[in-house]
């Protein structure tokens, strides 16, 4: 089995600053926007398959069937970005401190406007025969392909993350994409067939 899956999700903004006391604690509301996109697939060979094309030897297995299946899906949609951020003095952590020194936090939400979505499933189909040649049978279908298809979605997904700087030392850990989904309406389907 192979799998494979990706996010990309790059936003432009701003932090507005809505709050910065004496005492260097700060707060600020982020406005955003940019591309969300996701991208996976998962391929899965039949192991006798991959046992016969890695042979040193021809290997024949009689009246057999082999199979390659596959599910790849995309979905494109914007975000629109709200967040906040506040930053927390610290004292006492360095004595050379500075007044970028501090505990950070930030949150966003991500709405998410789906404009494609792409799913295709694909089965290819081998059979060989008594002497372990490839063969058609009948009422077999060699590849079929089921694609489902839309472009109407809206969803959500959270950013969080959390930072420290410390005389010029930056320590941080973030998560993305927390909770992310988008529900897709009015699907369509449709169904490829080789018939030999």
Known sequence: DIKAQGL????????????DDNS???HGVYI???????????VTFDQNLLNILGSNTNTYLPNS?????DTTHDQFAGAITGGYRVRVPVSGLSSAGSD????YLGMNYNHLQGFHYDTFD???RFNTDA??????????IPIGVNRITSSDGRGFSIDLASGLIVNRWVFGIAA?????????????SERYELAT
């Open 8 to 19: 990309i999700h790059s936003g432009w903004g701003k932090t507005i600053r809505i709050s």
């Open 24 to 26: 260097g604690l700060l």
């Open 32 to 42: 955003g926007a940019g591309p969300y996109i996701s991208i996976g697939t998962e």
């Open 65 to 69: 069937t082999f199979t390659i299946a």
């Open 100 to 103: 970028q020194d501090g505990l």
């Open 122 to 124: 694909l089965d290819v």
């Open 131 to 140: 002497n372990g040649l490839i063969t058609f049978r009948p009422g077999t």
């Open 176 to 188: 993305h994409g927390v909770a992310n989904r988008i529900d897709w309406s009015e699907l369509r």
